[in-house]
């Protein structure tokens, strides 16, 4: 039998914040939470808690263990969020991001998946130079020689096996320790470049994009000649292109542990 409080219910918006206050106290926990436990966390008395938690379960959106009465999130808060995430389009998501990109460098800004042993462009906006890159929607490309391949091949969950690494220009990397190590350094920094690589005067610079289980998905890349995306250009760039794949992250359901890296300074390549 369910408890019933007979303290007069919240109403208005401040009820809904504090509702949605604590749902989201409960996602944040990988255990249920008592009473007590979610006054502290939310900083809500724990009348009001009390209160708030009989109306969500009532709905469905919480739900008590039978062991101890704790609460954790209910189903019907489990299938919104399945919902949302089933209507949730990674290109319709990531497209503003590259307008923004595009805008912000002039330069071609893409979003790339892997597809087989290739890296697969999804979506493109092309940048407002006449010689700019043009990597069209629906173009494969190499993952051992572009930054979104090396970004894909680095996260991949379980992890992919090395490619043929064909040579494309003098700076590809054609053996396996060091694409290795390559892979490693893009694991370590959350990002990765590819300089001169799948053609002489060609750089790009790719950072990646989670899913809600933080699984790495795509990629979102810069390409534009070297002329222009220079050591020093590159440098200024690189922190809106990782700000630009953690939005789309966040869109997708990525928690901020998930789109987190390790701080470093960018290293730019030379």
Same mark, same amino acid.
């Given at each position: 039998m369910?408890?019933?409080?007979?303290?007069?219910?919240?109403?208005?918006?401040?009820?809904?914040?504090?509702?949605?206050?604590?749902l989201k106290a409960l996602g944040r926990s990988s255990s249920a939470y008592g009473i007590t436990e979610l006054g502290t966390a939310t900083g809500?008395?724990?009348?009001?808690?009390?209160?708030?938690?009989?109306?969500l379960e009532n709905e469905g959106m919480v739900a008590r263990d039978g062991a101890n009465g704790a609460y954790r999130l209910?189903?019907?808060?489990?299938?919104?969020?399945?919902?949302?995430?089933?209507?949730?389009?990674?290109?319709?998501?990531?497209?503003?991001?590259?307008l923004r990109l595009t805008d912000d460098s002039g330069e071609t800004s893409t979003l790339e998946i892997l597809s087989g042993g290739d890296v697969l462009v999804v979506?493109?906006?092309?940048?407002?130079?006449?010689?700019?890159?043009?990597?069209?929607?629906?173009?494969?490309?190499?993952?051992?020689?572009t930054s979104t391949g090396k970004i894909l091949l680095a996260f991949a969950e379980p992890k992919r096996p090395i490619p043929r690494l064909t040579r494309y220009s003098k700076r590809t990397i054609v053996t396996r320790t060091e694409l290795e190590r390559e892979l490693? =350094? &893009?694991? $370590?920094?959350?990002? !990765?470049?590819?300089?001169?690589?799948?053609?002489? @005067?060609?750089?790009?610079?790719? #950072?990646?994009?989670r899913n809600h289980r933080g699984y790495v998905v795509a990629a979102i890349s810069i390409n534009g000649p070297g002329s222009r995306?220079?050591?020093?250009?590159?440098r200024e760039l690189l922190p809106r292109l990782c700000?630009?794949?953690? =939005? &789309?992250? $966040?869109?997708?359901? !990525?928690?901020?542990?998930?789109?987190?890296?390790? @701080?470093?300074?960018?290293?730019? #390549?030379?």
């Open positions: 369910k408890r019933r409080s007979n303290l007069r219910p919240l109403t208005g918006t401040r009820a809904v914040v504090r509702a949605v206050t604590v809500l008395s724990k009348a009001t808690v009390f209160r708030l938690l009989g109306a209910g189903p019907e808060i489990i299938t919104l969020g399945a919902c949302a995430l089933s209507t949730t389009d990674l290109r319709e998501v990531a497209h503003q991001e590259l979506d493109e906006v092309q940048g407002r130079f006449l010689f700019s890159a043009t990597p069209e929607i629906g173009r494969r490309w190499p993952t051992h020689a490693a =350094r &893009v694991k $370590r920094h959350g990002y !990765a470049f590819a300089v001169d690589e799948l053609e002489s @005067g060609l750089v790009a610079m790719a #950072a990646p994009i995306l220079t050591p020093k250009r590159r700000e630009a794949a953690k =939005r &789309v992250s $966040r869109r997708l359901g !990525a928690t901020s542990s998930a789109r987190s890296t390790n @701080g470093h300074r960018p290293k730019v #390549a030379s």
